[in-house]
T-cell receptor, first 117, second 109 residues
């Protein structure tokens, strides 16, 4: 089956620093990648959608200057949390899809746990 | 606005006790209803995609069905390793996935 990897799996950083999370589709080309955030015992919240070679589309309420997304190739997207604060601590999950037509499944990475001290 | 409601929020079963999880939805232009399994501290694992009413899919002890208003995930003779949170999500006309809050399934030996 399709595999999506994320790195790192967990990260602890000091308040005010920036953290980069990588998301890779290992065995397929992902024209579209998604970034989600999940709080304890809650469902996934979509943060942004990115298409290869174009700017990401952010959901309402998500600060684009704080959560920088780059989709540089068909297999790699990165999320950079800039000037992280304790309230940014969360579980970040990326997802990749070969496309969005009917029949295209969205596959998820294993997630990255971020703790900002 | 697309909406997904899952019930129950939590379900405890004894090993071998079959049951069903419900996902009711409203959507404009269904482009797929997805079932995922999520273990604690991990990303969702894809189980099934359904597209049209009447469609059914099976995988081991799991069977997913779809009507115009809801989907069911039937679990036959569950085992403790089936314990997880099961998420239902739908893709509507905006191509984004809308998730339900999930059903936490616990299967006791």
């Amino acid at each position: 089956g399709a595999v999506v990897s994320q790195h790192p799996s967990w990260v602890i950083c000091k308040s005010g620093t920036s953290v980069k999370i990588e998301c890779r589709s290992l065995d397929f080309q992902a024209t579209t990648m998604f970034w989600y955030r999940q709080f304890p015992k809650q469902s996934l919240m979509l943060m942004a959608t990115s298409n290869e070679g174009s700017k990401a589309t952010y959901e309402q309420g998500v600060e684009k200057d704080k959560f920088l997304i780059n989709h540089a190739s068909l297999t790699l997207s990165t999320l950079t949390v800039t000037s992280a604060h304790p309230e940014d601590s969360s579980f970040y999950i990326c997802s990749a899809s070969p496309g969005l037509a009917q029949g295209e499944t969205q596959y998820f990475g294993p997630g990255t746990r971020l703790l900002v001290l | 606005e697309d909406q997904v409601t899952q019930s129950p929020e939590a379900l405890r079963l004894q090993e071998g006790e079959s049951s069903s999880l419900n996902c009711s939805y409203t959507v404009s232009g269904l482009r797929g209803l997805f079932w995922y399994r999520q273990d604690p501290g991990k990303g969702p694992e894809f189980l099934f995609t359904l597209y049209s009413a009447g469609e059914e899919k099976e995988k081991e002890r799991l069977k997913a069905t779809l009507t115009k208003k809801e989907s069911f995930l039937h679990i036959t003779a569950p085992k403790p390793e089936d314990s997880a949170t099961y998420l239902c999500a739908l893709r509507g006309s905006n191509y984004k996935l809308t998730f339900g809050k999930g059903t936490l399934l616990t299967v006791n030996p």
